[in-house]
């Protein structure tokens, strides 16, 4: 399946927060909120089914979540159509990233892949 097919185009953006008042350095406890956007750019309909993400934080420990939907959704997007939902993580050091990707199936039965690109999780003036 050529995942840049026209047909099956799924776009996600990122922003991130750091959520200070539930974060203790003392504790090596950081969090972070991330909201997403899924933008439906193909042709076809698609429902999300799965999420598979891997998160890493500074001392490069992994972690990997796996599970149905976001958000305890399972959105359908016909083309055009946006889906916005907040989450979020919590890691042990003040910065990390994630990645990872959205298991979606088209109208037509064709699964695909949506990606959801690297991007970094960092407490304010850490990184230059």
């Excluded at 969090?31 to 934080?57: C, E, M, P, Q």
């Excluded at 599970?67 to 990390?96: A, C, K, N």
Aim: net charge negative; proline share 5%.
């Amino acid at each position: 399946m050529d995942e840049a097919s026209p047909e099956y185009n799924t776009q996600v953006e990122v922003e991130t927060a750091y959520i200070e008042e539930q974060s203790d350095s003392q504790e090596n406890r950081y969090v972070f909120s991330y909201t997403i956007t899924i933008r439906n750019d193909g042709s076809v309909a698609a429902k999300l089914l799965t999420r598979h993400w891997i998160i890493t934080d500074a001392d490069g420990k992994v972690q990997e979540v796996e599970g149905e939907g976001v958000v305890g959704e399972q959105p359908h997007l016909e083309p055009g159509e946006r889906f916005r939902y907040t989450s979020g993580t919590v890691l042990e050091t003040p910065v990390g990233s994630m990645q990872g990707t959205y298991h979606m199936i088209a109208d037509d039965g064709v699964e695909f892949d949506a990606e959801i690109p690297p991007f970094t999780l960092a407490i304010p003036r850490t990184l230059h």
